[in-house]
C-alpha cells in the first residue's frame, strides 16, 4: 500500500484520523468482521477519496466517519480530539451529503428553512453562538445559496420545484452552513447525469477552497473521485488495499484489484 505523505502537509494536524479501526456487525453466527485494520488520515482543505465495489466496507467507513457507528477497535479523532467529546461540544463541525439529495429536505418546508435548520442545533453547543435570530439565518442562507451558485429566490422554493442537480447544490448548502471542518460525500454525485456532475464537483473543489473543510469522498465512479480527491484510498472486503495520489492509484495501481476496477469503465 503506498503511504506516503502527500507534499505540504506533514504534520499538519488531520481533521479526521482513523487509526487500526476494525468493526464487526450483526450477532452470533451472523456476525462478521467488514472492517479491519482500517486507517485513514485527512488533513484540512483535502479530499480523500475512498473506492471499491459494492459490499467493500465504504459506507460502513462512512458511517465511522460520521460518529454514526462506533469501532470495536482503533481509534477516530476529529481534529485532535475523541469523536465523542468533539460531537458533544462542537456539533454541526461533521456534516454530511448524501446520494440523494431529497433526503435532507422535508417536502412540506421551504427550501430556505430546510437549509438554516442546523444553525439551531450548533446554537445550543457549548461553543456555539447562542441563539441565531431569525434576520441572520436569513442572510445566511442566501449567503449559501450565492455561494453553491442558486439564485437566492430558490429559498422560497420547495425541494420538488428544484431540478436534481440544485438540489444537489442545495443539500451542500445545508452541510457548509454551520461551518463544518469536516465533511462527508457518500455517493454525492452518482444520482446525476455526466454533465451536472462536472459541474457539481467543481464547485466542492471551489468551495473546499473557500471554507477549508477535510472531506472524504466514497463513490464507486473513478472519474468523479479522480477530479474531487487529492488521494485515493482502494477499499477491499473491509480493508485499504493501496493509498497513494489520484495519477499514482488510477494511472498506476499497484493493487490486482485496483486494476480490475479500472478494467470495469
Known sequence: MRAEEPAGTAGAEAVLDMRGV???LGQG???RTVLHDVTLR???GRTMGLIGSSGSGKTTAGRIALG??????GTVTVSGMPYSRFRREH???????????QWSFNPRRRLGDSITEPLGVVARTPHGPGRIDREARRELCLTMLRQVGLDPAHAGRYPHELSGGQR??????RALITGPEFVVFDEAVSALDVAVQQKVLRLIRQLQETHGFGALFISHDLAATRIASDRIAVMLAG???EEGSPADVLDNPGHPYTRRLLETL
Open 42 to 44: 485527512i488533513e484540512p
Open 22 to 24: 476494525g468493526v464487526a
Open 91 to 101: 456539533a454541526g463541525k461533521v456534516q454530511a451529503v448524501l446520494q440523494s439529495p
Open 68 to 73: 454514526l457507528l462506533r469501532p470495536d477497535t
Open 239 to 241: 480493508e485499504i488495499v
Open 29 to 31: 453466527r451472523r456476525r
Open 168 to 173: 444537489q447544490r442545495a443539500a451542500i448548502a
